[in-house]
């Protein structure tokens, strides 16, 4: 049997507000609709790749409230297996999404609640689970030091390492040399680089200088450009894999995380598991929501299958 995935991160109740502009400060104004969902980035990933057909363990910390049940019930009906700390004295997080009514684009606010306190202990605490990995994966929603704690245990043990840094975060090398596969957007591998990325040709040269710190490749999410693979001697575009007009794209990053994850656990080759990536995705951005949004493993082969 193919081995699990494990993911580190945090789950939020995602606050979907659609709306014609930001307000000004002191301002109010009307907003078109509201959606309460399943979010987070790690819980998004997790939702992704259980979907996708990954035996997926979630290792995160949720309060005890009626946001933490929203957790639970959206894992059940993924299937993935959680692996919770609850911490009575915090809250489950939220995040404040505002979504531009013309463009679709967002801003989000991000507040992790009890999932801020993830520790390293807590990860110490489930090292024989990542050690049984064949992918860990972690993200820069809870402290940096439990990432780096998660990705040592797996490094140490030869299981694949993938980060996805996002939000974005100034990052050690230490911490990056942890990582097999790190995963930005065009924004976070600005950031992370200080290098311009609005071109491929751009990208090429961020990629170099994360591979140059240590990461054993980069794979650069380009939107609606689909994404960038490069490694020390493979350096491959992947266009975007579409399924259908576009609804909303917030999420779509943690679907090719999550789809990414699945397809390398399967001992894929890395640009197919790119290309698996960019069809889960694919198909997320044609629905609303983050963790809702996410395709089933039957969705993703029928689109790989037609192209
Ligand atoms: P988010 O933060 O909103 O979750 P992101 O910025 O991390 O997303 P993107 O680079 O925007 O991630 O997108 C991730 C992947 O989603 C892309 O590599 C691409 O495969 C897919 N994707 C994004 N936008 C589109 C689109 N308009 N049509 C089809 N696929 C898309
Ligand atoms: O990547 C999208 C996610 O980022 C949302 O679900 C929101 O919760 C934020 O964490």
Redesign the pocket.
Known sequence: MTKPIVILGIFVADTAYRAERMPKMGETILGRSFVLGPGG?GSNQSVAAAMAGGRTHFITRLGKDDFAAIARSTWEKAGVRPEVSEDGESYTGAAFIFLEEATGN?AIIVSPGAAARISAQDLEERADLIRGASVFVTQLEQPIEAARAGLKIARAAGVTTIL?P?PAAALDDALLALCDYLTP????AEGLTGLPVTTLAEAEAAADALLARGVGAVII????N??LYRDKTRSVH?P????GP?VE????????NGGFAVALSEGRDVVEAVRF??AT??I??TRPG?APSMPSRAEIDALLARQ
Do not use: H, P, Q, Y
């Open positions: 980035k967002n996805n996002a957007n065009e924004s976070e999410t380009l939107g609606s689909g994404a992947v975007v894999i579409s399924a576009v794209t917030t999420g779509a990053g943690d679907a090719f990536g960019c995705a694919g997320s951005v983050t």
